[in-house]
């Protein structure tokens, strides 16, 4: 008989933001969205920033950010170690956007390559905290 939960910790560079039991894992890895159930083959893969959805034994549900890192899934264990996470709920709306507007002013100067490429990268980082609000508000609506 197959678990029907596994261990998951989800941890940054600052803190450990998540441990517990979990039924099901969906995260944005580079090449694509993924779900971890237990009983996954062993995997080890990038991630890209975004939400990731947990779903707690129990069939509760909890949505996090995290802004790039790593997953690993074993056999008794799923890890995300995160450069950063947050907690959606946590998250400000109107900072990820007006983060977004200094990153897009930012490439609209093009000063140098260098900044260009970090203005890049902080405009996805502020559109995957938005995406990760918005997931969480339909989470909540149901």
Do not use: W
Request: proline share 4%; charged share 30%; with cysteine.
């Amino acid at each position: 008989m197959m678990a029907r939960s596994v261990q998951c910790d989800i941890v940054s560079a600052e803190k450990s933001i998540f441990s517990g039991l979990v039924e099901q894992v969906v995260a944005c890895g580079v090449e694509g969205e993924m779900g971890i159930r237990p009983g996954h083959a062993p995997l080890l893969t990038q991630l890209a920033p975004g939400p990731v959805e947990i779903r707690l034994e129990g069939g509760k549900e909890e949505v996090l950010y995290v802004s790039g890192g790593f997953l690993e899934v074993q056999p008794h264990m799923i890890s995300i170690l995160a450069d950063t996470a947050a907690r959606a709920k946590d998250l400000d709306e109107a900072e990820a956007k007006r983060a977004r507007e200094r990153a897009e002013q930012r490439k609209k100067d093009k000063v140098d390559e260098i900044n260009f490429s970090k203005a890049l990268s902080d405009i996805a980082k502020a559109n995957a905290r938005l995406r990760t609000l918005q997931t969480y508000k339909q989470k909540q609506k149901r």
